[in-house]
């Protein structure tokens, strides 16, 4: 879930829609590695402009407070909106398809091979799959510290294995289930160290844990941990292979923490994340960058900054790549979706 309590903003006006493409691309404000020589697997994507759709609303292609995205059959684009209490698809260049109510606070949200849709209910402590029409087809959580209890699960991803993977955001783990629901496993606890999650955030809060969770081809799991301003990467059982991240403004870093109501820094840092079919790490962050890492954590590109202009963002969320390694962002309080080419 969020890493800022949401604002209630007024709908802006779009400088154009599809037709500003051809234009667009140079709108991007790219950070890039400025290590030379890297190797072709590391090189920078350079991530380009395409389309965007959406504005703030309740209508049918409007959004508020989306903050869960994920690609389906044929490409299709599923969003989830923690305010409007639904799930929207799109097709890939944007055309509304269909949309289905879900239960209240829904945050991340994956969707299986045969389209049912799996989404985490934030403040109601619990998963709910649904059918491709809507149907609530089984849930399960409560609150709790127990095997399949839930503090403030924050987003849901299906990994490699067919297991779903939740990042219980409270209770500073991520547990795995069967797509039915049962319990398989769980790792990680509140702290500061290599494999915990939260940093100095007190323990139970919404910041105490991993966002959203993503996965390589080796079935590798990467979390984002906003808490402690890192990502960290693990084997599917838990295992710690890695983490990177600091609260700096430069490139790669994710600072600096957004601003509350009263002007005094609140808490910021990183919010989704998803890896492309070259094993690179794509992180988006509450200072309104989206950022491509290689595996073991080295800055490689990046776009953003805060604006309602094309490639620049307000609080993205989560982000997803479809078959044809195109880029979607949640660009949650400037409700609407953007897509970028990364290869």
Known sequence: MSAENFRDRQPFSRLSRREFLAAAGGACFLLRSAVSGAEKDEEPSRPQFLIEWGQSGDEKGQFSACVGIAIGKNDDVYTCEFRNQRV??????????????????GGGLAVDAEGNVYVAHWNSNKLAAYSPAGKLLHEWGQKGTGDGEFQLPGSVALGPDNLLYVPDQGNSRVQKFTLDGKFVGKWGEHGSEPGQFGGSVPAGGRF????????DRAGNVYTTDAGADRVQKF???????????TDSAEPGGFGPAPLNKDGSPGQGGPIGICVDRHDRVWVSATNNRVQQFSNAGKFLCGVGGEGIEPAKFHLPHGIALDSHNCLYVADTMNGRIQKFAVD
């Open 235 to 245: 084997s599917a059982e838990g295992k710690l292979l890695g983490h990177w991240g």
């Open 208 to 215: 105490a844990g991993p966002q959203f969770v993503g996965f």
């Open 88 to 105: 929207q698809r799109f097709t890939s260049d944007g055309q509304f398809l269909e949309m289905f109510p879900v239960q209240p606070h």
